[in-house]
């Protein structure tokens, strides 16, 4: 199994990148933001929960998000080659939670891609798109919020797995296409 992590900031375009490997490695995606925001979309309980969190820009509670996760895993066909994490983990205690369930099924974490893109880019990127898409989060404010937890709470991820020996750090500024050559070389390299 190809397991890969997306990791990066709120706007650093992991889901753009997520399509591209997607295509060429063939991976399942989760994106843990989309499972929610259809969650919210289709009004459910667990819609709401997460509603009063993403409108803030607070992440969701842990083991809310590592059930979501689990159930996530559970549904992935027998044929998987492997799969794709974007927006998961975010936290050191799902990191954690991560391995143990990849553990579960009998493989695990074969890298983490970080896409590493300065501050004023992420905001401007994430401006275009809630103008583009509608989007309900990217807004200045929300967007601000996010940054901070993402300095606070999720970039202490990035030491934990160079720790491990895990962490490809991929310049995530540039065309699309040229950052997804690098998570290419920076795959066949590991
Ligand atoms: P994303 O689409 O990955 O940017 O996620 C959008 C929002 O969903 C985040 O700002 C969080 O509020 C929430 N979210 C997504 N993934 C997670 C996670 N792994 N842990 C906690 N909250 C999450």
Redesign the pocket.
Known sequence: MLNLVLFGA?GSG?GTQSEKIIDKYGLHHI????V?RKQIKEGTELGKI?DS??SK????PDDL?VDILRQELKGLPKECKGVIF??????IP?AVELEKLLAETGSGLTGVIGLEVPEEELVARMLKRGAETGRA?DNIDTILN?LKVYHNQTEPLKEHYQDKGSYMQINGLGDVDSIFSSIVKALEEK
Request: charged share 25%.
């Open positions: 709120p992991k994106s843990t933001g989309e929610l997460a969190y993403i820009g607070h992440l969701i998000m974007d927006g998961f983990p975010r936290t799902q989060d996010r």
